[in-house]
């Protein structure tokens, strides 16, 4: 009971606290802090230097700030004002809400915390209590990229498809609403939106099977307002009754071939970007890839599949269509469209244009007209090799003969991982430059032969192999793999979207870099998956700073003001799908939590003690397996497991104490003994002696780790 009492006497001061900042107080009978957010404070929120109102700091979703008392030329004297350790070592991708002098964010596993802005302390935690098993429908970590505040509340997704409204005062639940069918791997990682007392939300799935579509739900009640499915469903269920029903068949279903595309939802899932544009009364949506990724077998290889790798528009009220543009007609590399959608006034040819601008995976920086959806410049921010350039009269991409892999493997780059992930970029104004966190990485394409479907796991309909004989690599496979180990890389992007060019680039030897930030002070921050933190200058890219913070910095960080005094935060925790999926060449041990850090001139605050932890030690049991139990093993592993033990964010099954243990593997991987800690049980894909094939592959390569290291290895 103290420590309750305890816990509400922290939340009155944070009230309290919040009261003081706003002008509000004692007798006062205007709302203060969240309270206090509605339409209008949204729409100024450019010229509130003081706090970041929305994922994008302003409805245009540019990420600058005009504040200025951290500079160029006093950059050297940042330093940690504060630190806040989070509860999970799992990736933190959120960019946090500041209003009023407190800080709301969401962290890894769709939990909600109420931070003071200026000495980071907390003030309360949310914990939607999710359904661990749910994370192993999450493609890519059990993130979550933020929350969205309004009158009163702050709103958040769930892991497990709920969209939640919390008191921004009490941290207490007002309500929650189901959003998704719970049955299907439907997931929610994104940032709510909120405008005109309406909460938007999209979802997550379309690697393992699902149809995308965007909801508007009441921000009082939480009542179902509209809601556009992105794709067409079964022709044989009729009308969703939805805002997307006449567009769907008009527009939509014409450009779909077969029955194969609705057996496994079609995908389309919009899980990114959103963006309320005030200005012409329409909301701006980006739409994902397609499920499966392979049109040869989603779409018989024909047709565009609208509205797949489009940002669309639609009207606010209502949710009808109003125009879309779609970046990859007939999408079949899992070139998403969901990337950030900023909204801006350039100066082009001599005529001011409203614009969309867009850097989405396909490498491809594009300028759109948003007052119709007409496609305006299109040219390379990273390298790709899929096409020769977008036709400039059309808007619609010239592919490479062979880059849709339809006859034979293709090595394509970008890959799916994109030259541009949901790290956040930036723009500012006054240097007229996007700051944008790019990367190369190259995969090899090739149609699944036979494609098994393995209902809520990974259905790509692509086979992703050793890289063959294909021009510009060696001939030893052992070379081949090292050369496309060579062509990963990242780099920070200073671009020109009037010009369509690169201005100046910072290169990275990893491709999964943070989100940006550009402010006044001619600043760019930048985190690094390294665990740097870092500061450049806008106009000509000069290193002016850094931070090691001993964890990954993926997220996009912020500037707001607090009495006074300009603060810089971001969130930092290595996750997502890389971290899941591929080893990194210097995480040699285990990942601590997650922090959130705020940076001030001359700050004194100091970040937790850092003591490495080295990562187990192989203990591979010394029974005698078949080769074929390891070859049973090697495959299902690399059917369900590689996805998510591929990296340093979840165990590493080479190093577990389980295979040691066949009875305890069994009743982890088959019984669900640590479902509530994400790894569901696999009995509905896997029969027990597969299972143990799995530890068979596993211990021999245990073996093999032990042996590398003994030798001083990895």
């Not at 404070?41 to 005009?66: C, I």
């Not at 005062?169 to 189901?178: A, F, L, N, P």
């Not at 009441?218 to 179902?224: A, I, Q, S």
Request: aromatic share 10%; net charge positive.
């Amino acid at each position: 009971m103290a420590r309750q009492a305890a816990h509400f006497a922290m939340v009155a001061l944070g009230a309290l606290a919040l009261a003081g900042c706003s002008g509000g107080g004692a007798g006062s009978s205007k709302p203060d802090g969240v309270a206090a957010i509605d339409q209008a404070r949204l729409d100024n929120a450019d010229s509130d230097a003081d706090n970041w109102l929305t994922y994008g700091r302003t409805n245009a979703e540019q990420r600058f700030s005009p504040l200025t008392q951290i500079n160029d030329t006093n950059i050297g004297e940042l330093s940690p004002a504060w630190a806040l350790e989070l509860d999970t070592t799992r990736g933190q991708e959120a960019t946090p809400i500041v209003v009023d002098g407190i800080m709301y964010t969401s962290t890894a596993w769709s939990k909600v915390v109420a931070v003071d802005a200026a000495t980071g302390k907390q003030l309360w935690q949310f914990d939607p209590q999710n359904d661990g098993a749910k994370a192993a429908h999450a493609c890519c970590d059990v993130v979550n990229r933020g929350v969205a505040v309004w009158k009163g509340k702050v709103y958040v997704g769930t892991i497990d498809g709920r969209l939640i409204a919390i008191d921004a005062k009490t941290g207490k639940q007002v309500w929650s609403v189901v959003t998704v069918d719970q049955k299907k791997p439907y997931t929610i990682t994104g940032a709510p939106r909120v405008f005109k007392d309406k909460v938007l939300i999209g979802n997550s799935g379309a690697e393992l099977g699902v149809r995308g579509y965007i909801t508007a739900y009441d921000t009082e009640t939480g009542k179902l307002v509209w809601r556009f499915y992105t794709v067409p469903g079964n022709p044989k269920d009729g009308p969703d009754g939805a805002a997307s029903d006449d567009i769907l068949e008009k527009l939509a279903r014409p450009t779909w071939y077969g029955d194969n595309y609705w057996k496994l939802g079609g995908g389309g899932t919009v899980w990114d970007s959103m963006v309320y544009d005030k200005e012409l009364n329409q909301l701006l949506i980006g739409v994902g890839n397609g499920s499966p990724w392979n049109h040869k077998w989603r779409s018989a290889g024909k047709g565009d599949n609208l509205f797949l790798s489009s940002i669309l528009a639609l009207d606010p009220d209502t949710g009808k269509y109003k125009w879309h543009y779609q970046v990859n007609p007939g999408e079949t590399w899992d070139y998403t469209a969901t990337q950030q959608i900023m909204l801006a006034d350039l100066k082009i040819d001599g005529k001011m244009r409203k614009v969309a601008m867009q850097a989405p995976k396909n490498g491809f920086f594009y300028v759109i007209d948003r007052t119709n959806g007409k496609f305006i410049s299109a040219q390379p921010y990273a390298y790709q090799n899929w096409a020769v350039g977008i036709d400039q009269k059309t808007g619609r991409p010239i592919e490479k003969p062979g880059a849709r892999y339809e006859n034979s493997p293709a090595l394509i780059i970008p890959s799916g991982i994109g030259a541009h992930a949901w790290m956040p970029m930036s723009y500012s104004p006054k240097t007229g430059l996007v700051y944008i966190p790019a990367m190369e990485h190259p995969l090899v394409y090739s149609d699944a032969k036979p494609f098994e479907i393995h209902p809520g796991r990974w259905n790509t309909a692509v086979s992703f192999l050793d890289p063959p004989k294909l021009p510009g690599l060696p001939d030893t496979i052992e070379g081949r793999r090292k050369a496309l180990e060579g062509m990963v890389k990242g780099k920070l992007v200073a671009y020109d979207p009037v010009t369509q060019k690169s201005k100046w680039e910072i290169k990275r030897d990893w491709p999964w870099n943070g989100g940006t930030l550009a402010t006044a002070g001619n600043l760019v921050f930048e985190g690094t998956a390294h665990g740097e933190f870092e500061a450049y200058s806008a106009d000509n890219g000069k290193k002016l700073w850094a931070f090691q913070t001993n964890r990954g910095v993926l997220a996009g960080p912020i500037t707001y003001r607090v009495n006074g005094e300009q603060y810089v935060a971001v969130m930092a925790g290595y996750g997502g799908s890389m971290g899941m999926a591929s080893g990194t060449p210097f995480m040699k041990n285990k990942m601590p939590n997650g922090l959130i850090i705020a940076f001030k001139l001359k700050g004194t605050g100091k970040l937790p003690a850092y003591t490495p932890i080295p990562k187990d030690k192989p203990t591979p049991s010394d029974e005698a397996f078949t080769p074929a139990q390891i070859a049973t093993g090697q495959k299902f592993f690399f059917t369900y497991c590689q996805i998510c033990h591929g990296g340093p964010v979840n165990p590493d099954l080479k190093r577990s104490a389980l295979l040691r243990d066949k009875d305890a593997f069994q009743q982890v991987v088959i019984g669900g003994a640590l479902s509530q800690n994400g790894m569901a049980s696999f009995k509905d894909y896997l029969k027990p002696e597969e299972a143990e094939g799995i530890r068979a592959y596993l211990n021999q390569r245990a073996k093999e780790l032990l042996a590398e290291e003994a030798k001083g290895g990895k």
